[in-house]
C-alpha cells in the first residue's frame, strides 16, 4: 500500500511563492509517476502537474502542466528522498484549494490528465492566495 503525505500549503499573498512537498513512505516511489492535483471548493479534481520516472514514457522523466500554470509552476522529485515538490510561483487567488499528489503506476504514457487514471492520493494541503 502507497502512503503518501503532502506538506508546505498555507497562506500567501497574491505574486508571491511556496513550495509543496509529499513524501512517500513505502520506498517504492521511483519507480512510478507521479503528479499534482487540486481541488477549489465546488470544483472537480482538476490536474496540474505531472513527472514521469526516469524510466517510463517516450523519453523518460517526461513531465506535463496544465496550460493554466505553465512557466509558473516546477513539479520536480527527489527518489533518494523519496519526495515530490511542486514550486509554485507567481500565484494568483485562482490558484486557491487543497493540492493532492497522487501515483500513477501506469508508466508507459506522459499524457495523463485524468484524476481517474492515479491509483493512489494524499490526504491534500491546503494552499490559499490572497489578493
Known sequence: QVQLLETGGGL???GGSLRLSCTEFRRTFNLYAMGWFRQAPGKEREF???LNWIGGGT???GTRYA???KGR?????DDAKNTLYLQMNSLSPDDTGVYYCAVDTYIYSDDRYSPYDYDYWGQGTQVTVSS
Open 59 to 61: 523519453l523518460g522523466g
Open 48 to 50: 496540474v502537474a505531472r
Open 12 to 14: 500567501v499573498q497574491a
Open 73 to 77: 509552476f516546477i513539479i520536480s522529485r
Open 67 to 69: 496550460d493554466s500554470v
